[in-house]
């Protein structure tokens, strides 16, 4: 059975762009592979966290996973932190990857033209290693990800291909899985960059947001100039945008929706989309409030789920230390 595994940082509130890029599209492999999701909270603390806040957002991370679908009967749900293997795995990777290879990843080459390099982390620059040590350690065969860390997946593969071809066959080769709709969902306020929770509040959605909130917001989103619904992504980015948000909230396709809205311009499709995104989130927040409240539910879900997955790491880590003669 293939093993499908894949991940959100807890470095803030989820937003839509989480749910409709990732989330919502995790649950439909259970019980058709072998499913692990986890939380890297290691990955997280590249920036500045406040302890008490990442503490509180894993928890929160832990419990949308399991509003959104995700069983934990069914799948093995972890906390990154808790499975040491995968920062074992990460130092012994950082020695069949290049100082030249991490330089080019494209969030550590922004944030270094931006700030110079030199003030950099050295866990922005390595991260991409520990990634990849996350998804070897399982075997992953499948990862579902936003088109924006298919770099870090081919990475993934580089360390392992070269690892295989020097101790014979070690590492599964992961795949990158990318939703056709709503792989990389835009901000409001910019469709040119990807939505993101550290960014201005009016260019994101957060999955916990208000019903009020979420109708100024959708209202002030930026469009196009032609007042037509039409899906362009090219030339026309914003409205293509909110037509890709109102398909994963409405499980329908980008013909259909342009269809039901021909002849009717902006403000009627965005009080339309904006209606349907609060209804969607008033469900699912109704169900993460009740998981978030029972956290000792959520801390045998952590404990039972990280120990499944150490049993694995643990045994796929002994296999590499022995090839490279490690004891």
Same mark, same amino acid.
């Given at each position: 059975?293939?093993?499908?595994?894949?991940?959100?940082?807890?470095?803030?509130?989820?937003?839509?762009?989480? *749910?409709?890029?990732?989330m919502?599209?995790?649950?439909?492999?259970?019980?058709? +592979?072998?499913?692990?999701?986890?939380?890297?909270?290691?990955?997280?603390?590249?920036v500045?966290?406040?302890?008490?806040?990442?503490?509180?957002?894993?928890?929160?991370?832990? +419990?949308?996973?399991?509003?959104?679908?995700l069983?934990?009967?069914?799948?093995?749900?972890?906390?990154? $932190?808790?499975?040491?293997?995968?920062?074992?795995?990460?130092?012994?990777?950082?020695? *069949?990857?290049?100082?030249?290879?991490? $330089?080019?990843?494209?969030?550590?080459? @922004?944030?270094?033209?931006?700030?110079?390099?030199?003030?950099?982390?050295?866990?922005?620059?390595? *991260?991409?290693?520990?990634?990849?040590a996350?998804?070897?350690?399982?075997?992953?065969?499948?990862?579902?990800?936003?088109?924006?860390?298919?770099?870090?997946?081919?990475?993934?593969?580089?360390?392992?291909?070269?690892?295989?071809?020097?101790?014979?066959?070690?590492?599964?080769?992961?795949?990158?899985?990318i939703?056709?709709?709503?792989?990389?969902?835009?901000?409001? @306020?910019?469709?040119?960059?990807?939505?993101?929770? =550290?960014?201005?509040?009016? =260019?994101?959605?957060?999955?916990?947001?208000?019903?009020?909130?979420?109708?100024?917001?959708?209202?002030?989103?930026?469009? @196009? =100039?032609?007042?037509?619904?039409?899906?362009?992504?090219?030339g026309?980015?914003?409205? $293509?945008?909110?037509?890709?948000?109102?398909?994963?909230?409405?499980?329908?396709?980008?013909?259909?929706?342009?269809?039901?809205?021909?002849?009717?311009?902006?403000?009627?499709?965005?009080?339309e989309l +904006?209606?349907?995104?609060?209804e969607?989130? =008033?469900?699912?927040?109704?169900?993460? *409030?009740?998981?978030?409240?029972?956290? +000792?539910?959520?801390?045998?879900?952590?404990?039972?789920?990280s120990?499944?997955?150490?049993?694995?790491?643990?045994e796929?880590?002994?296999?590499?230390?022995?090839?490279?003669?490690?004891?």
């Amino acid at each position: 059975m293939k093993t499908v595994f894949s991940g959100l940082k807890p470095s803030g509130d989820m937003t839509i762009g989480n *749910y409709l890029g990732a989330m919502k599209n995790w649950p439909y492999q259970q019980g058709l +592979a072998r499913t692990i999701f986890f939380v890297p909270n290691a990955h997280a603390i590249t920036v500045r966290q406040d302890p008490t806040e990442l503490k509180k957002r894993t928890y929160d991370l832990v +419990a949308w996973l399991i509003t959104v679908g995700l069983d934990p009967k069914k799948s093995i749900i972890l906390v990154q $932190s808790k499975v040491p293997a995968h920062a074992e795995l990460c130092w012994i990777l950082d020695n *069949y990857v290049t100082m030249g290879e991490l $330089s080019r990843m494209t969030e550590y080459k @922004d944030k270094s033209q931006k700030l110079g390099p030199e003030g950099q982390l050295v866990g922005l620059f390595n *991260y991409p290693v520990l990634m990849a040590a996350d998804i070897l350690l399982y075997d992953a065969n499948e990862v579902p990800v936003g088109e924006d860390q298919r770099q870090h997946l081919e990475l993934a593969r580089t360390i392992a291909e070269r690892f295989n071809r020097l101790y014979g066959n070690t590492f599964v080769l992961p795949k990158a899985t990318i939703p056709k709709t709503g792989a990389r969902i835009m901000g409001l @306020d910019d469709p040119t960059k990807k939505m993101s929770k =550290s960014d201005h509040p009016d =260019s994101f959605i957060m999955l916990a947001e208000t019903a009020d909130s979420i109708r100024k917001k959708i209202k002030r989103a930026v469009t @196009d =100039s032609d007042n037509r619904i039409i899906y362009d992504k090219k030339g026309k980015p914003a409205v $293509s945008n909110l037509i890709e948000i109102y398909a994963g909230f409405s499980d329908e396709t980008i013909s259909v929706i342009e269809k039901r809205f021909v002849g009717k311009g902006y403000g009627e499709f965005k009080a339309e989309l +904006a209606e349907l995104v609060v209804e969607k989130l =008033s469900q699912l927040q109704a169900e993460f *409030y009740k998981i978030r409240d029972n956290e +000792a539910m959520l801390d045998k879900v952590i404990d039972s789920g990280s120990a499944k997955a150490a049993e694995i790491a643990n045994e796929k880590l002994r296999e590499v230390k022995e090839k490279i003669g490690l004891l």
